[in-house]
């Protein structure tokens, strides 16, 4: 049986969250295609659903690494979709993104792992920050 490697990425722009979720799909291929792992990789581009579906338990995302960008529209804030996702699946890894570096100052009280400036750079980070994620966790590494 192949161990899931759980993904969520919930960003409002639909281009940016396509972008990011490329970027790790990419990223996570080389381990795919050890044939021991399963990406299973779930986008949103509206909070509300999201938070709608985890709290009715549509949606499981326990062991999940959560790219989640800081204002999500709506009023929403990544502080607390992730208050929720700690209340109910326990300790994800997440990765927080945002345009403003001023958003950094108001992220002290806020759990996550990263945080991401997002810029021309930001995918790549995340991809990175998602290779390591699956090497801690999983004990797997890609050949030098």
């Known amino acids: 049986m192949k161990q899931k490697i759980n993904v969520l990425v919930i960003e409002g722009d639909e281009y940016y969250n396509n972008l990011l979720s490329n970027a790790i799909q990419q990223s996570v291929n080389p381990f795919l295609e050890k044939g021991k792992y399963q990406l299973i990789l779930r986008s949103f581009t509206n909070a509300g659903d999201f938070i709608r579906k985890i709290k009715s338990g ?4 326990n062991n999940s690494a959560v790219f989640i960008n800081y204002h999500l529209g709506e009023g929403i804030t990544a502080p ?5 996702m700690m209340e109910l699946t326990g300790d994800p890894m997440v990765v927080l993104l945002s345009q403003s570096k001023t958003v950094r100052e108001k992220i002290k009280q806020v759990p996550h792992d990263y945080f991401v400036v997002k810029d021309r750079f930001a995918p790549a980070l995340c991809s990175l920050y998602m290779q390591q994620y699956i090497e801690n966790k999983y004990s797997v590494f890609l050949d030098a």
């Open 58 to 61: 549509e949606l499981e995302c």
């Open 80 to 84: 607390q979709v992730i208050g929720l």
